[in-house]
C-alpha cells in the first residue's frame, strides 16, 4: 500500500507498506535543506500503546567515536542521515504513524525547531482474500539483526527454546503459509509440484495428506547423480516416506514450484524449496524464498 504526508516546509514523505516492512522516500527539493543533519523519527503504536524514537546504526564520531556492530542508538540523537528509511519490524494488518523531525545544528547542539512531517502507514494482512499473497522469509537484509539478536549463531548451535525462536524468526510464516497452500486443495484438485530440494517433513505429509482427501499429487525433483548424490539421496529417501505421489520424472528443477489446479478452473502457483533450510535459510545463505499465491489462466 503507498501513503503520502502532507507537505510541511517542504518536506514530504512518501511510504510503501508490505506486511512487515514498510519503506519511506523524503521529497525535500523544496525544503531548507542547509545545514540540514538527518531526521528523528518517532514511531506510534496504537494497538499496543506505544510511541517511541526508532533506534539506528549511524552515529556522529563526536559523540560515540568507537561504534562497533553492536552499537544501536535513539535517532533522536543520532539522526537518520537519508532521504530514504525503512522500518523492518512492523507487524501485519496494523496502523502506525512516523513523525520526522528535521534536525540541524550541531551534534552536540541540536536544532530541534523546524516543524515535524506525520505520517500515517497501514501495513499488508500477512494473509488476504485478493488476487495476490506473497511470502517472504527474512532474506540478508536481516543478517546484522540476527547476529545481535541470536548471537550469530546457527540455529542448530542454539538451545532448543531459542533455536525454535530463530527458525521461526527466520521463517517469518513462510512455511505456515506453504502448508496452508497445500491443504487448500480439495478433492479433484491437482498439486503439480517440483522442487530442487525435497527434504522437509512437515510438506511431506501435508503432500500425503492431501492425496489421502482426494488430491492428484505429481511430484517432479531433482534425482541426477553427481559428486556427493545432493540433494538426490535425501529427496528419494522422504519420497519413499511420504507414499505414493506419482513421479513423472527426475531432472534438475531450477525454477521449483507448486501448481493447483482447481477441478478445471483456474490455476494457483507457488514457489519454494521445500527444505527446512529453504524456509529459514536466510542471514548467513543471503537466497530469500518466496511463496506466491496467483490467479492463472483457466486450466
Known sequence: MRFRSQTIEGYTIFAVSGVNTISFGIDAKDADKK????FAIERSDPAENERYYVFGFKVFPSLVPQPDQNTT???????????????????PDRV????FHPLKGTPKNLDRSAKPISIRVRTEPLFSKLEHDVFFNRGVASSQAYARKFHNLRPDKLPPQKQAEAL????RDLDTALLKFIANAAKGDTLLCCFYEFRY???AEALREAQRRGVDVTLIV?????????PRKDNLELIKDAGSAKMPNSVNPSRPFVIRRRSGKTSQRGSLRSSARAV????WRCMPRWLVKRRACPA
Do not use: M
Open 222 to 230: 531433482d534425482a541426477k547423480r553427481n559428486a556427493n548424490s545432493f
Open 168 to 171: 521461526k524468526w527466520l521463517s
Open 73 to 91: 542508538v535513539k535517532t533522536y540523537d543520532h539522526p537518520i542521515q537519508s532521504f530514504v528509511w525503512d522500518d523492518f519490524t512492523a507487524k
Open 201 to 203: 517433513d512437515p510438506v
Open 96 to 99: 502506525y504513524e512516523y513523525i
Open 280 to 283: 529459514v535459510q536466510a542471514s
Open 35 to 38: 545545514g540540514l543533519l538527518g
